[in-house]
């Protein structure tokens, strides 16, 4: 006897939830990168704990996996844009061209309470190689964009930001190296960052270890938070109240900074505070930015003029800066990063956070990373997790 037939409703959310998975939207992208010329290549998921200590930011350097066997440290990969680019160096000629994309599973510690994942997918493309940076930093975003589009996600919105705009500038103030690397890590922080500018602006006192501290001043951030720790390590200073070593260089090297025996002047003060309240549409933000310039002798025009070429290149490869802000403050949280930066947003977060992925420029790091001469590099990751979630939100 033939059954019954139930006349269950299928819901938008049911089709949905048959047809959008993390492997259709990597099918997806996949076939965007593939299309687009880059070289699938698979990183080592285990990787060198020193590769990372020193070019992460502070929110995911805590959250590493550390392994030890062997006596040598390594850890888990924590993201692919340094193991990818490893991978270059131990396969190709120093500055050859390469397009390369990946896809594979990175490990992240996450705070108690919170809904991210502890692993989740990556997947991206790294452009390594090519000097037509203005052009490579469009076509890599251009890419991100069309991908995520491809999986079923046409409205993004699109957050850009210019380190090397920023470094221009503290290197037109003529400030000492160490404040703009200070600086630098401030500047995803706006509260916090006023709070330093403020500090620094303020007249210091003579320290007694003059010398000392101005050997640090002319380190750059990560050598001088390293030589602290050695330090720290020679002394045999554990974790103290809970901070970790790591805090307590930090920490160490803003008083350093802090008691150097000269201030930031006024109007570099003034300077870098106006600059890093612009934002807004693209072309509107250059505009201020150039006006600011004008109005107070400070000369950016090289780096505005490739910030200039570089949004008009996206726009002629199809991409809409109609939802696009441009602000002078923006970061990510990487440290490796040193020029234009991006982001790709919704409007409605998922799992915490409204970003599906960004990437940017990052020429030094090949350099860290053991190069025998500096590789112009730009890259982009997205998170196939995330971007599953808002089609089915979207639905």
């Known amino acids: 006897m033939p059954k019954k037939a139930h006349n269950k409703k299928i819901s938008s959310d049911d089709i949905m939830s048959d047809t959008v998975s993390d492997e259709a939207v990597l099918t997806s992208v996949r076939k965007v990168f593939h299309n687009a010329g880059c070289q699938p290549v698979v990183p080592p998921m285990l990787q060198p704990l020193d590769a990372f200590l020193d070019l992460l930011g502070e929110d995911i350097r805590h959250r590493l996996y550390m392994v030890t ?39 992240r510690q996450q705070p108690d309470g919170s ?104 380190l750059d951030g990560n050598q001088a938070q390293r030589l602290v720790q050695d330090i720290l390590g020679f002394a045999d200073i554990g974790p103290l109240g809970g901070r970790t070593i790591d805090d307590i260089a930090e920490r160490f090297l803003e008083q350093a900074v802090d008691n150097l025996s000269y201030a930031l002047p006024e109007d570099a003060a003034v300077m870098l505070s106006r600059f ?3 934002s807004g549409p693209p072309e509107e933000a250059v505009k201020a930015l150039r006006k600011l ?27 809409s800066l109609k939802r696009a802000r441009f602000s002078a403050e923006f970061g990510r949280n990487l440290d490796y990063y040193s020029g234009f930066v991006f982001e790709l947003q919704i409007d409605k977060p998922v799992r915490e956070s409204r970003v599906l992925g960004g990437g940017g420029r990052y020429d030094r790091l090949l350099t860290v990373l053991g190069s025998p001469e500096p590789v112009p590099a730009v890259g982009c990751t997205l998170r196939p997790d995330r971007i599953t979630l808002a089609i089915k939100k979207d639905a």
Not at 76 to 87: G, H, Q, S, V
Not at 195 to 200: I, K, N, R
Not at 293 to 319: M, N, Q
């Open 115 to 218: 809904e991210r994942p502890t692993e989740f997918l990556q997947t991206g493309i790294e452009c390594l190689g090519d000097g037509d940076r203005e052009a490579m930093d469009a076509e890599v975003m251009a890419l991100a964009v069309d991908a995520v589009k491809e999986a079923g996600l046409p409205e993004l919105k699109i957050e850009m930001g210019d380190l090397a705009l920023f470094d221009a500038l503290v290197e037109a103030l003529e400030l000492p190296h160490v404040w703009g690397a200070r600086l630098r890590r401030y500047t995803r922080n706006p509260s916090r960052f006023r709070e330093v500018l403020a500090t620094m602006a303020s007249d210091k006192t003579t320290a007694a270890e003059e010398g000392f501290l101005q050997a640090l001043a002319s």
């Open 293 to 319: 310039c004008a109005r107070t002798g400070v000369a950016l025009d090289k780096a505005l003029d490739a910030l200039e070429r570089r949004l008009s290149l996206v726009t002629e490869r199809g991409i």
């Open 69 to 107: 066997g062997d006596g040598e440290e390594a850890c888990l990969r924590p993201d692919m844009t340094i193991p990818t680019c490893r991978l270059y160096l131990e396969s190709y000629t120093t500055g050859e061209k390469a397009h390369l994309c990946y896809e594979g599973t990175v490990f």
């Open 276 to 278: 890093l309240e612009i």
